[in-house]
C-alpha cells in the first residue's frame, strides 16, 4: 500500500506530532458537557475512549471535527490549531454513511472528487482504490450500489473511504455499535489491518470494554457530565491481536480492572440502584 505523502515525513519523531486538547470546555443551555477537558493522543496511536452514555464522548468528537465550536480550550494538531487541519482529518460515524446510490467503487473515490481534498487526483487514486477493494474483501461488489450492499459491507466502505484520504487523524463514533458481534470482530480486525497500512492517529468512542482493549495502544475511562478521565490504561503493540490474545490472562485482567472502573463510575451515577454485589461490568 502506499505510504504517507512526502510532507508528513518525520512527523512521527517531532515532539508537535500528536493531538493535544488542552482544557476544552462546552455547554448546551447552561449544561456543562465538557469542562476543562485535556487529552494527548501521540502520533499514530490509537487512543480507545470509553464512557457512559451522554457523559460527553459524542460532543468532544464534534467539537474536534468542527461541528461543535467549543466555549473555552485549545485543540492542535501537530503542533496547529485544530481549525487549520481539518481537510487532514476523517470522521468515521455509528450510521454508515454511504451514498446509497453510488457504486462501492465510487463511494470510495469520492473524497477525490471534492476540491478541499485534492492533495492527489481522482485519476491518481484509482490505483489505491481498487488495492483498497480487495483489502475490504470487496472487489466482487465493486460495481453495486451501495444500497445493495450489507450493513457490515458498507460500513467496511465507510472505514476504507475515511482512511483512503490519509488523515492524520480519524475520529471514530462508535462504528461499529449496530452491528452484530460476529462482523464488528472482523471490522475490528479489519480496522487494525487499515491502520497498519495508513497509521492515522485514532480516537475511537464505544461502549465496549472488550472492544477498547482489542483496538486500543491507550483506553482512557471517562465519567460525566462534564466529561472526566477517571482512568488511563497503555497497552503495547506487539502481539498479533486475536482471539487468543483477547482470551489471554493479561487482557482479562485489564478487560476485569477497566470494567471496575465503569461501574464504580455507574453506581456514582446512580447509587441508589445498584446495590448487589458484582457489577453492570462483571462479565466484559
Known sequence: MPSWPREFDGLAAGSNAMLSIHHIGKAFAGRQVLADFSLTVPSGERCCLLAPSGAGKSTLLRVLAGLELPDAGV????????????????????????????????????????????????????????????????????????????????????????????????LCDEPLSALDELT?????????????????????VTHSVEEACFL????????????????????????????????????LRLRQEIGQVLWQIAREATPAKHSVKGGLYADC
Open 75 to 170: 485543540v492542535t494538531l501537530d503542533g496547529k490549531p485544530i481549525s487549520a487541519c481539518r481537510t487532514n482529518m476523517g470522521w468515521i460515524p455509528q450510521a454508515d454513511a454511504v451514498f446509497p446510490f453510488l457504486s462501492t467503487r465510487d463511494n470510495l473515490l469520492f473524497p477525490f472528487r471534492l476540491a478541499v481534498r485534492r492533495r492527489r487526483s481522482e485519476r491518481d487514486a484509482i490505483p489505491e482504490v481498487e488495492r483498497m477493494l480487495d483489502l475490504l474483501g470487496l472487489r466482487d461488489q465493486s460495481d453495486l450500489w451501495a444500497s445493495r450492499l450489507s450493513g457490515g459491507e458498507r460500513q467496511r466502505v465507510v472505514l476504507g473511504r475515511a482512511l483512503l484520504a490519509r488523515p492524520r487523524l480519524a
Open 216 to 251: 486500543g495502544t491507550q483506553v482512557v475511562v471517562c465519567s460525566g457530565p462534564p466529561l472526566q478521565i477517571r482512568h488511563v490504561r497503555e497497552i503495547k503493540d506487539g502481539q498479533p491481536r486475536d482471539w487468543n490474545w483477547l482470551q489471554s490472562e493479561p487482557v
Open 184 to 204: 464488528r470482530q472482523v471490522l475490528r480486525e479489519l480496522l487494525l489491518e487499515l491502520h497498519a497500512q495508513y497509521h492515522p492517529m485514532l480516537l475511537f
